[in-house]
Nanobody
């Protein structure tokens, strides 16, 4: 069983930065691809970023150049560094894990999810 716990969400002003952390419990963290997704009020969940077991990385166009995903296999942790935050980034951010080497932009392909952490960007 794999469990994920996000932290780091808070209220921040536009232009500010936050770092989200996802701590993963369970075996073989390095064999999982990890993703970050977000869901704003009244909107569907959307892909933000993903990192494969071999550290291949993909981003949504809306965050490219502002967000950075990384992983520390020794700590079983994945991070999302968010810079130059905009009010449109306001959402609950979820961490997800997918067994296997390859990451995906599709949330349906991730087997494990955290409870989410709220990020609010004020204008």
């Amino acid at each position: 069983q794999v469990q994920l716990e996000e932290s780091g969400g808070e209220v921040v002003q536009a232009g500010g930065s936050l770092r989200l952390t996802c701590a993963v419990s369970g075996r073989s963290f390095s064999s999982y691809a990890m993703g970050w997704f977000r869901q704003a009020p009244g909107k569907e969940r959307e892909f933000v970023a993903a990192i494969s077991g071999s550290s291949g990385i993909v981003y949504a166009d809306s965050v490219k150049g502002r967000f950075t995903i990384s992983r520390d296999n020794a700590k079983s942790t994945v991070y999302l560094q968010m810079n130059n935050l905009k009010p449109d980034d306001t959402a609950v951010y979820y961490c997800a894990a997918r067994p296997g080497v390859y990451s995906s932009r599709s949330g349906a392909l991730y087997d494990y999810w955290g409870q989410g952490t709220q990020v609010t960007v004020s204008s």
